[in-house]
């Protein structure tokens, strides 16, 4: 069956792998006076390592607003709800003055232009809330080319199939029509109930993780034309 849509990830894909999720926590820390072990704790959980890399996988490599919250409600008396209002105006806040530390993959309008002369749809899925994926999309200018765009607190994350169905649905597509390109296990893993699971390597994933897991390794999204040209007869 022929690729007919495409949906990316967006951090690590679309979007480089910056520093932004990491120093907008420090920063959270500094503002609401987080003690130095419980910082240590909330790193280790979240997935940032001694070096201040991110691990594959973790919570802020892949994870929603609400696994971070999850996390940091352990250590700080404020109701959850509020709790999370509060990290996730913090990160709008963040990225709003921070905006040079939101950078693509690639030239990003070239790629969907292609896709769109292929006559192919794109999406766009993301553990993020919707308002800072929007705002990362704003950014780079590339919002009006994304016809269907699923955050984390507006469908059950990846690897659920909630997102990939809503998009088929909305243009009339067999799930067996879509390809998946991410650099994270739960992309590959949702790729694998799509028809096509797109690792790249631009992003947080290791080549020696994608590979036992993708049907295709990429350097970055947009070298995906190739692969979906052959999976267009």
């Known amino acids: 069956m022929k690729i007919r849509g495409v949906i990316f990830d967006k951090d690590g894909t679309l979007i480089e792998f910056s520093d932004l999720w990491r120093s907008g926590l420090e920063e959270f820390f ?3 006076f987080i003690q130095d072990d419980l910082k240590r704790e909330i790193r280790r959980k979240v997935g940032i ?18 696994d971070l919250v999850s996390v940091i409600s352990q250590y700080v008396s404020l109701d959850k709800g509020k709790l999370y209002k509060k990290i ?7 990225m709003k003055r921070h905006p040079d530390m939101i950078k693509e993959t690639c030239d990003l309008r070239i790629l969907f232009e292609k896709l769109k ?9 993301t553990a993020d809330d919707y308002v800072q994926a929007k705002l990362c999309l ?12 699923a955050t984390g607190d507006r469908y059950l994350n990846k690897p659920n199939t909630q997102s990939l169905d809503a998009f088929c649905e909305k243009f009339s597509l067999n799930r067996r029509e879509v ?11 949702l790729g694998k109930k799509a028809g096509l699971a797109i690792g790249v390597l631009s992003g947080v994933g290791t ?27």
């Not at 704003?138 to 765009?149: D, R």
């Open 88 to 94: 996730s105006d913090h990160y709008l806040s963040y």
């Open 117 to 125: 002369e292929l006559g192919i749809k794109i999406g766009v899925i």
């Open 179 to 189: 390809a998946i390109v991410g650099d994270s296990e739960i992309d590959m893993l």
């Open 138 to 149: 704003e950014i780079l200018g590339i919002e009006n080319h994304i016809g269907f765009l």
């Open 30 to 32: 500094e503002k609401n």
């Open 207 to 233: 080549k020696d993780m994608l590979t036992k897991s993708a049907d295709i390794l990429v350097k970055s999204p947009c070298e995906v034309i190739s692969s979906i040209n052959s999976n267009l007869m």
């Open 49 to 66: 390592k001694s070096d201040c890399t991110i691990e594959e996988n973790s919570i802020l490599a892949s994870g929603t607003m609400d």
